[in-house]
């Protein structure tokens, strides 16, 4: 059986600082967007993270010394993942980083993903004990005509299919607009948003049976932070 979850990072720094920093395993890190807003989303949320810990210094120390803390907080050096993320990345021998823009290039990725492993003395495959994480996969849905039961069970079932041939754990995260301010259209809101069951009917038309896209993916993930026994009443509804 798949290991399969959906994790509550609220940034994509978050997301990258874990698998960053919890390199035990190969990981491929598919990124429902381009190369370009992802590090403009990986920039500000960073720069948030680094303005809030700076806020919180202030707000901690007593006012006559606000002043002299102030320069030493300027110089500290900028989070190495604002200024070298790439290059981590890039350099990182458990991090395999992948742009997929469509649904169609998503899932024509996910269907060729271990294909081409290559067998080890043992006859296992090179791939086994990896991870697979995908980032926004929900949002990729919410823009397209898929936005339904039908169009996100196509995109779950091929991706537990896909790790589970190579014998990989799956992890999904819908990631907070680190620019715009509770965006509609990003982070963990959509999981409660209701889906119409086939592809193409309107969403909120009368009449129309629907189902909230957690309810969709609870067929196979298990949302951390949430009680276990929820999420198993929830999933035999399906």
């Known amino acids: 059986m798949v290991d399969a979850r959906v994790r509550p990072f609220a940034r994509v720094a978050d997301l990258v600082d874990y698998l960053l920093y919890d390199s035990s395993r190969p990981t491929t890190l598919i990124v429902c967007s381009t ?24 707000s901690e120390e007593p006012l006559h010394s606000l002043e002299a803390n102030r320069e030493s907080i300027q110089s500290r050096p900028p989070d ?9 990345l890039a350099n990182s021998r458990s991090v395999r980083l992948v742009f997929c823009t469509s ?6 990725y996910l269907s060729s993903l271990g294909t081409g492993l290559r067998k080890g003395s043992a006859g296992q495959d090179t791939a086994r004990g990896t991870r697979i994480v995908v980032v926004d996969l929900v949002a990729l849905h919410y823009m397209s005509t898929e ?4 169009g996100l069970l196509r995109t779950l079932a091929l991706a537990v299919e896909t790790a ?16 715009v301010a ?10 409660d948003l209701h889906v119409p069951i086939v592809s193409g009917t309107a969403r909120l038309q009368d009449g129309v049976r629907q189902i909230t896209v957690k309810q969709v993916a609870q067929r196979w993930f298990r949302f951390e932070g949430e009680d276990r026994i929820t999420v198993e009443r929830g999933a035999s509804k399906d």
């Open 182 to 191: 509770r965006n509609p259209n990003r982070g963990q809101r959509l999981w």
């Open 164 to 179: 589970a041939r190579i014998t990989s754990s799956l992890v999904l995260c819908e990631c907070e607009d680190a620019m």
């Open 35 to 58: 190369r370009a807003k992802f590090l403009e989303q990986l920039a500000a949320s960073v720069s948030k993270r680094i303005r809030e810990s700076q806020d919180q210094i202030s």
């Open 147 to 150: 936005f339904s039961a039908q």
């Open 80 to 88: 190495p993942l604002l200024t070298k993320t790439i290059g981590i």
């Open 103 to 108: 649904l169609e290039h998503l899932r024509a």
